[in-house]
């Protein structure tokens, strides 16, 4: 493949790596076709070319030796950050809330395990979920070791479910319905726990 493929590649896996960035080990792998040398050749240039471009808020970072992750140019860093200083609705999608839902009830749960109960794949809702901090690893279990999920400190934090697990309402997943607003209906006090307010 030309430079210019390879520079694309390299630029999806760091951004589908997000902040825990990926080893080079890793991208070799990946591009089998390609030396290891060749590789970090195209993440320099990469690098190169967004340090170039002010019209590009990107830069790579290299850290633990071997390992890169996308990140933004330090000196924008401040105008970034009043974006947290902004009140603005967040949502969730339906298929999130569900997955959130079976979390919180079921877990530790296995990604598996969750499938089985939607029927249907969750492997992005997951992910979305882990990015918010609303859900962690506790655990590895079964045949193959997978990973078991339950809902976060911040997860209670921001349901305001003083109690935990025990606040949370009596439901019947097979009554959850992905066309539902909110998919989990008020508890003894009129509120609505899961309202979907985050943004997916």
Same mark, same amino acid.
């Given at each position: 493949?030309n430079?210019?493929?390879l520079?694309?590649?390299?630029?999806? %896996?760091?951004?589908?790596?997000?902040?825990?960035?990926?080893?080079?080990?890793?991208?070799?792998?990946?591009?089998t076709?390609?030396?290891?040398?060749?590789?970090?050749?195209t993440?320099k $240039?990469l690098?190169?070319k967004?340090?170039?471009?002010e019209?590009?808020?990107f830069?790579?970072?290299?850290?633990n030796?071997?390992?890169?992750? %996308?990140?933004?140019?330090?000196?924008y860093?401040?105008?970034?950050?009043?974006?947290?200083?902004?009140?603005? #609705?967040?949502?969730? @999608? #339906?298929? $999130?809330?569900?997955?959130?839902?079976?979390?919180?009830y079921?877990? #530790?749960?296995?990604?598996?395990?969750?499938?089985?109960?939607?029927?249907?794949?969750? @492997?992005?809702q *997951?992910?979305?979920?882990k990015?918010?901090? %609303?859900?962690? *690893?506790?655990a590895?279990?079964?045949?193959n070791?997978?990973?078991?999920?339950?809902? +976060?400190d911040?997860?209670?934090?921001?349901?305001?479910l +003083?109690?935990?697990?025990?606040?949370? #309402?009596?439901?019947?997943f097979n009554?959850?319905?992905l066309?539902?607003? @909110?998919?989990?209906?008020?508890?003894? @006090?009129?509120?609505?726990?899961?309202?979907?307010?985050?943004?997916?």
């Amino acid at each position: 493949m030309n430079n210019q493929e390879l520079q694309a590649i390299i630029e999806g %896996l760091l951004f589908i790596s997000g902040d825990d960035g990926i080893e080079l080990g890793q991208i070799a792998q990946v591009l089998t076709e390609e030396k290891p040398s060749a590789i970090k050749k195209t993440i320099k $240039a990469l690098e190169d070319k967004y340090n170039q471009d002010e019209a590009s808020i990107f830069s790579i970072q290299k850290f633990n030796q071997n390992k890169y992750r %996308l990140q933004t140019k330090s000196k924008y860093n401040n105008y970034l950050a009043r974006l947290k200083s902004i009140d603005q #609705p967040h949502k969730l @999608t #339906p298929a $999130a809330i569900e997955v959130l839902s079976i979390i919180a009830y079921d877990g #530790p749960i296995s990604r598996h395990e969750i499938d089985l109960v939607r029927k249907s794949d969750s @492997t992005y809702q *997951v992910q979305r979920l882990k990015e918010k901090h %609303l859900i962690k *690893v506790v655990a590895r279990g079964g045949i193959n070791r997978s990973a078991l999920y339950e809902v +976060t400190d911040n997860f209670y934090k921001i349901f305001n479910l +003083t109690n935990g697990k025990a606040d949370l #309402p009596s439901l019947d997943f097979n009554d959850l319905s992905l066309d539902d607003e @909110t998919l989990i209906s008020n508890d003894s @006090t009129g509120q609505n726990i899961f309202k979907g307010d985050l943004n997916e």
